[in-house]
């Protein structure tokens, strides 16, 4: 099942294309939307299809389901290598609209989006992003306190990405698991997918045992490589546990710290496994990313991005370090960790 829209919007009678995909994207995953939530969410797809052309000439609009628990909503992501916004906020206000829209504005979005947020890079273009939840589900999300985003884009010539993350509570911590099937496209899919259905089945088993279920669950298919992490925001500890080339990192704004993973492939042959466990710093980003994303970003200035929401950090991750040669995705969790003395 394709759970990634990729549209690119290259001029404007491009966006009347790209508002009715990300409709037909949501009745084909039968995702809970009434007639008011499509409405709302075309209204999001018009916005800022028509921001890409107005102000960057043309970018991507890149839309996934989000899923918390028993809550379903979209993030749409807008992408785009022009010039930035030149006015910051300005562009915000209420009123002024894109030009060729229905007038609501960029203003307008905020109050209907449960999260709307950007990052401007003088010439180098915006990453924006937008979360839409229907309003019954918003009671659901606000219980969650573990500020989580991601993007998950796949190879270009690709309907399917090959890369699966997913999020879990168990008991009162955060189980995330990310996985990346071998190679790309449908077989890759299979195998990542089927890995996460395995993961959320048995949950609430001890992190060892969860990569041994998966690794005895996948011998049929192509194999992958993951990761699992555990967030306790209560004692500020994270334990981490991985299989292969998905690049775990703790980040802070006075260092980086690569967490270790076994050698080896799921389904095929593992080695040692490595437990991580760490006590995170004050305003800790944790980052997950597949072999998509480059990793040279050792002075990227992380301690400037820390009021912006994770998937806008996800987003510029994969736009300005994506590889065209694989799948490509990234997730991001801020956690306020530990004061130090």
């Known amino acids: 099942m394709i759970e990634t829209l990729r549209i690119h919007v290259e001029d404007s009678s491009a966006v009347g294309h790209a508002r009715r995909q990300i409709n037909e994207f949501c009745r084909d995953l039968l995702l809970p939307f009434s007639e008011e939530d499509l409405g709302n969410i075309a209204l999001l797809s018009t916005e800022l299809g028509t921001n890409l052309v107005k102000h960057a000439g043309s970018g991507e609009l890149v839309v996934h389901p989000l899923r918390l628990h028993e809550a379903v909503g979209l ?3 807008a992408i785009d290598h022009g010039p930035g916004f030149k006015e910051g906020y300005n562009k915000l206000e209420e009123g002024k609209s894109s030009a060729g829209t229905l007038g609501y504005g960029l203003g307008g979005i905020r109050r209907i989006a449960k999260v709307f947020d950007f990052i401007s890079l003088q010439g180098k273009g915006v990453i924006l992003v937008c979360q839409y ?27 399917v990405s090959g890369d699966c993350w997913t999020i879990e509570m168990v008991g009162d911590r955060y189980r995330i698991f990310f996985a990346d099937g071998l190679g790309h496209g449908i077989g890759a899919s299979e195998a990542a997918t089927q ?15 969860l990569v041994r279920i998966v690794h005895q669950g996948l011998q049929s298919s192509r194999g992958a490589v993951l990761a699992i992490m555990e967030v306790d925001l209560h004692r500020h ?23 270790l993973s076994a050698n080896g492939t799921v389904g095929f042959q593992i080695n040692k496994l490595y437990i991580n466990e760490v006590v995170l710093a ?3 980003f944790v980052i997950l990313h597949s072999d998509g994303i480059g990793s040279h970003w050792d002075s990227f200035a992380f301690d400037t991005l820390w009021e912006h929401h994770p998937s806008v950090v996800a987003g510029l991750l994969y736009h300005t370090y994506a590889r065209t040669t ?12 530990v004061r130090a003395s």
């Open 75 to 77: 993030q749409i992501l």
């Open 133 to 159: 939840w229907p309003a019954a589900m918003q009671i659901m999300v606000d219980a969650w306190d573990l500020p989580i985003g991601g993007v998950n884009v796949p190879k270009p010539g690709e309907t």
């Open 195 to 209: 890995a996460a259905v395995l993961f959320k089945k048995y949950k609430t088993k001890p992190l060892e045992d």
């Open 237 to 259: 500890t994270l334990i981490h546990i991985g299989v292969g080339n998905i690049s775990s990192k703790i980040i802070t704004a006075t260092k980086q710290q690569s967490l």
């Open 282 to 284: 004050e305003k800790s």
């Open 326 to 337: 694989d799948d490509a995705s990234c997730v991001v969790i801020k956690c306020p960790g």
